[in-house]
């Protein structure tokens, strides 16, 4: 079996590399990445030697590079991550996530149409179902909820979403589409919550929090979400969408403060910053199609993922710092310092 993993030198999409050649040792992973500001080949480091691992470096929307890397290659399976994900960018900038997103999950789906595979899988996004009112708790985003888009992030999500659902329903290409809730871990870009605290925390640097921290994230461990995706691309069905969620509700506030506790930092660090338009209140998925459809089940409770993630990160922290000594403190400083 061959793979094409895109986006595998990000957050998930490395996590997965990982978890894939660990458990198949007869599967070929490539992993396809443009290494843009959030994909580091560092996060490969361990795995780049592996005669089963091949790292390709290319951008997803460039149609003869991707047409060509199919017909070299011939994957069974493409598992797609690749994709600009952070919503404070994309509203800074929302040209880059309707090319990468849109576009570059429209290049793959002709590829695969082109030279046929036996599984196209679309990794998205909860947030393509809009937010949930914080007052009511008893609701949860399933696969019917319809989409309702926030950001230009978001948007991007959906439309690429709608485009591999059409993909399958014109063309017939297999497919499926899993919507996860936030995941953290291992490998997690250095501007998003939880890696952010962490590392401003242990340095006594200010933590900036949107609001009031009010905002309520189902907070997945990455790698039950790639454990969900394995079983989604070897047994799902074809033209299927799977919520792919924690069980792990939590506000920014309470994650806030859980990692300043399990650090031994004052609460007196947080600073609650501007909050950011158009800001999404609540997440929450209902997984029970996945869990009994596929037998999956989140494995990893908050309390004990957050104290696996925490320790990843002192264990590596020149993997950390050399992401914040580069772009990254530019893009900080423009976004919170000003606040």
Sequence with gaps: MKIIVTGGAGFIGGNFVHYMLKKYNNYKIICLDK???AGNLATLESVMSNDNFKFVQGDIADRSFIYNLFQEEKPDIIVNFAAESHVDRSIEDPEI???????????????????????????????????????????????????????????????????????????KVPVTISRC????????????????????????????????????RDWLYVQDHCIGIDKIIHNGKIGEVYNIGGHNEKTNLEVVKTILKELGKSEDLIKYVTDRPGHDM???????KIKNELNWEPETSFNEGIKKTIKWYLDNTSWWENIINGEYKDYYKKMYENN
């Excluded at 952010?196 to 340095?203: F, G, S, T, V, Y």
């Excluded at 609540?282 to 029970?288: E, K």
């Design 97 to 171: 996530f309707l090319k990468t997103n849109i576009l570059g999950t429209g290049v793959l789906l002709d590829a695969c149409k082109k030279y046929g595979i036996k599984r196209y899988h679309q990794v998205s996004t909860d947030e393509v179902y809009g937010d949930l009112p914080l007052d009511r708790t008893d609701l949860f985003f399933t696969e019917e909820t319809p989409i309702h888009t926030s950001s230009p992030y978001s948007a991007s999500k959906a439309s690429a979403d709608l485009l591999v659902q059409s993909y399958y329903r014109t063309f």
């Design 35 to 37: 290494l843009t500001y």
């Design 181 to 216: 809730s936030n995941n953290y871990g291992p490998y997690h870009f250095p501007e998003k919550l939880i890696p952010l605290i962490i590392a401003n925390a242990l340095n006594d640097k200010n933590l900036p929090v949107y609001g009031k921290g009010e905002n309520v």
């Design 282 to 288: 609540r997440y929450a998925i209902d997984p029970t």
